[in-house]
């Protein structure tokens, strides 16, 4: 089964920036798959915050992201980024990274979940 690794993450302050890896096992699954950027803070439920289609044509984002977060990813590579600008305390949580069903339609994750890497904003 594919596996996927996050990096990236640390502690900064409101309005900091980061950029968020993620890399997969696998790379013809990678490269045929949509992929997303999901986060989970604590008490909360995981959510979906960006995605991407396989060619990297297409993205997604939750509106709580939308004009601060970008998604890209080089299918060379086999590595999905997130960049985070503008940074909240809301957006501390742990973020992960999955491949996702190809739909529009609130697509659920396919894949095992990584280990994370954690995300922590503030003052």
């Known amino acids: 089964q594919v596996q996927f690794v996050e990096s990236g993450g640390g502690s900064v302050q409101p309005g900091g920036s980061l950029r968020l890896s993620c890399v997969a096992s696998d790379g013809d699954f990678f490269r045929g798959t949509y992929m997303g950027w999901f986060r989970q803070a604590p008490g909360e439920q995981r959510e979906l915050v960006a995605r991407?289609?396989?060619?990297?044509?297409?993205?997604h984002f939750h509106d709580s992201v939308k004009g601060r977060f970008t998604i890209f990813r080089d299918n060379a590579k086999n590595t999905m980024y997130l960049r985070m600008n503008n940074l909240r305390p809301e957006d501390t949580a742990v973020y992960y990274c999955?491949?996702?069903?190809?739909?529009?339609?609130?697509?659920?994750?396919?894949?095992?979940w990584g280990q994370g890497t954690q995300v922590a904003v503030s003052s």
């Open positions: 999955n491949a996702i069903e190809p739909t529009d339609q609130d697509p659920a994750p396919l894949g095992a």
């Open positions: 991407i289609s396989s060619g990297g044509y297409r993205t």
